[in-house]
């Protein structure tokens, strides 16, 4: 049998005897364990009198125990050999850092100590350096696709995103930027970690990206608390592994229901990106119709065409299969909501915004769904969005855009502003999370795809657009709640409006949508005094 009984636990802290008594009655009741692998402060005290009895064999460990190093200078002592050591009969030191092969041909790889910033860091920590040379050492490898099993002291740094919560544990704050990246690149399918006196099972994460690389096997990271801890919090997990070199490759990348997104991923990638203010240099700049730099060629004033500057339509427009709200050529649009026109879309306030500024992004002609925009149309869309996001930029915001091509007729792109501080990260957490609480798979897709790679003409989907590129994506196959995307936005952990997430309740009259509209028109840094909005 290829499947291998192990047992991980947390902070001993010097309380051996608490945890082999434990260890003790599991396998009294299960049956026998291959090893247990400890996490965390394996010594407490100095003076540690329960050790002395397990070092001068006094006592023996009841099961083959492999233990991290040290996390404080006090407990340095109790590790001779920083390359790793039998400690006592059946407890081990792996050592500072490296990759353990168990004769059952599981890999686990293991970083003793704290972060620091010290190169060479103390004998209780690791640096950088360690870390880049434990990858290198795993990576180099070939056809390396993870490891079985990670073993580090601190949990790392961002592990709650787009997860269940690890309760009063804040990991946007708390744990290793260091092992993060650790955890990214050494795709562990099991990864341990204590010293925060906690214990949290996070839902499995991908190793990824949906729609760009080849499935591969999910990760399970696990932090267990202190053993013996009055609050009876887990400090020992069970658990059974086939070694991943044993493992069908089908069957090692099968995805679980409840995976969510990989934490660590996006961290990353923004920690490489330098962030660049956008702000609007010459006061008179034309954020919706600079001809030059965003909006090409300017529908023409008297509504005639200027030689042949009209660019042809790749598509004959689709006609509405009743009164259309949005066709600008209806008599059922609210034109007084109208804030710019261009030569193939326009730009209104949202009926009820969600905020003041909330924008729509509008075809001129019927169209359903973005899937379905001819390049034209597409291009001055990509135009309209690149000018709202230099504009928001300039007032301190980012925007997030959505569409639901779902019980609509006509392609509305909605536009909402947020405040900078709320990251992309942030806001993709919400969205993901919200999503997963309605039994609803809201999908990252990569950042210069199009949507049309994924969505085909037709069929029903909802999806979200940051102004980083970012995208998230859902194929609607049954039903889907028609205000999800305002009702997360409005949702305390980014805008704190719910009373705001229907649009109905928040429709003004006439006469003040229309002032409003022309304060939006009359912002400077727009400079859309001459706009036409007929």
């Not at 099968?254 to 995976?259: A, G």
């Not at 003409?457 to 028609?482: A, N, Q």
């Amino acid at each position: 049998e290829s499947r291998r009984p192990l047992l991980a636990c947390g902070d001993a802290e010097g309380r051996l005897e608490a945890l082999f008594g434990r260890v003790r009655a599991i396998q009294d009741k299960s049956g026998r364990f291959d090893m247990l692998l400890c996490v965390g402060n394996f010594f407490g005290s100095p003076s540690d009198p329960e050790w002395t009895e397990y070092r001068t064999g006094a006592k023996k460990a009841p099961i083959q125990t492999f233990v991290l190093g040290a996390n404080n200078q006090e407990t340095v002592r109790y590790f001779p050999d920083s390359s790793g050591c039998e400690l006592a009969e059946n407890i081990t030191y792996l050592g500072r850092r490296g990759v353990f092969s168990s004769t059952s041909g599981l890999q686990i790889a293991y970083l003793s100590g704290t972060e620091s910033q010290d190169e060479p860091a103390p004998a209780y920590s690791f640096s950088s350096k360690d870390v880049t040379e434990l990858k290198t050492s795993l990576l180099s490898t070939p056809n390396f696709k993870g490891v079985d099993i990670l073993l580090t002291s601190p949990w790392p740094r961002d592990v709650g995103n787009f997860a269940n919560s690890p309760g009063k544990i804040n990991t946007k704050k708390h744990g290793s930027t260091l092992i993060s990246d650790l955890a990214a690149s050494l795709k562990p399918r099991y990864h341990f970690a204590a010293l925060e006196k906690a214990y949290y099972e996070r839902l499995p994460y991908r190793n990824h990206t949906v729609l760009q690389e080849t499935p591969q096997h999910v990760s399970r990271f696990i932090a267990l608390a202190d053993v013996g801890n009055t609050s009876k919090k887990k400090y020992l997990y069970a658990f059974s592994i086939v070694p991943m070199s044993l493992m069908d490759p089908a069957e090692l990348v099968k995805q679980p229901q409840d995976v969510t997104e990989n934490p660590y991923r996006q961290s990353r990638k923004e920690a490489q990106k330098t962030t660049k203010a956008l702000v609007c240099e010459e006061p008179a700049c034309q954020f919706f119709f600079d001809l030059n730099k965003h909006q090409g060629k300017k529908r023409p004033s008297d509504g005639k065409e200027r030689g042949n500057s009209q660019p042809k339509q790749a598509k004959t427009p689709s006609q509405p299969t009743g009164p259309c709200w949005f066709c600008l050529a209806s008599p059922e649009v609210e034109k007084h909501l109208v804030v710019s026109i261009g030569t193939h879309c326009y730009l209104a306030l949202a009926k009820g915004g969600l905020l003041p500024d909330h924008v729509l992004i509008l075809p001129i002609g019927h169209c359903q769904s973005v899937v379905d925009l001819s390049p034209e149309v597409m291009e001055e869309v990509t135009k309209y969005k690149s000018a709202l996001k230099e504009f928001f930029r300039s007032k301190g915001k980012r925007y997030v855009l959505f569409e639901r091509n779902y019980k609509s007729q006509h392609l509305q792109l909605q536009v909402i502003p947020v405040p900078l501080d709320c990251t992309s990260e942030d806001i993709k957490e919400s969205f993901i999370t919200q999503a997963r609480e309605q039994q609803i798979d809201l999908l990252e897709i990569p950042e210069h795809s199009d949507i049309t790679q994924v969505a085909r003409p037709g069929t029903p989907y909802f999806y979200v657009e940051l102004d980083t590129g970012e995208k998230l994506f859902h194929s609607i196959r049954r039903s889907f709640p028609l205000q999800f995307g305002r009702a997360v936005l409005a949702s305390p952990a980014l805008l704190a409006l719910p009373e705001r997430a229907d649009w109905r309740r928040c429709a003004a009259g006439r006469a003040e949508e229309a002032a409003q509209a022309r304060r939006f028109r009359a912002q400077p840094e727009l400079g859309l005094g001459g706009c036409r909005s007929r």
